[in-house]
């Protein structure tokens, strides 16, 4: 019995309230469907071509930056590269003009002995990735007194 009462209670406002929800409800499924566009696209499909992929064997040159010290010389037929080459793949019309590989710029203007040195290699082409590449360079520096008796 109460919960009829409760029910009945109030009747033409909850009538009320059921005739402005059922009117929102209309309005915001016609602005949605307003907002659609009259007419879908198809998706597109997007196929990227580099053309064909070769690999390439590329040698590694050591760059240098400024001079060693005064009294020191750098022994440029004894600096050792590790590893000596990489092995590149790229599209063919990237590598065609790449003869090799070059280190980013190592400077030894403070350099008195021979030193290894782990350096990045600088970038080749776009869209070819060698910031993760890592060689170890041997830079032979000696005292220019020293190599002269030795020689």
């Known amino acids: 019995m109460k919960i009829a009462k409760a029910m009945l209670n109030n009747a033409g406002l909850k009538i009320i309230a059921l005739i402005l929800s059922v009117a929102t ?22 196929h990227p071509s580099f053309g064909e992929i070769v690999s390439n064997s590329l040698d590694v040159t050591a760059i240098f930056v400024g001079k060693p010290p005064e009294g020191y010389r750098l022994l440029d037929e004894e600096v050792k590269i590790e590893p000596a080459y990489f092995v590149v793949a ?3 019309s990237v590598l065609k003009d790449i003869d090799g590989i070059e280190t980013e710029p190592i400077d030894i ?6 030193t290894v040195v782990e350096t990045g290699i600088s970038p080749i082409a776009p869209g070819v990735e060698t910031n993760k590449l ?3 360079v041997t830079i032979p520096v000696v005292k220019i007194e020293a190599s002269l008796k030795a020689e």
């Open 25 to 46: 409800w209309f309005y915001v499924f016609n602005e949605i469907e307003r907002d659609k566009p009259k007419e879908s696209m198809p998706p597109v499909e997007i």
């Open 109 to 114: 203007s403070r350099l008195k002995k021979t």
């Open 90 to 92: 790229a599209p063919k």
């Open 134 to 136: 890592r060689a170890k």
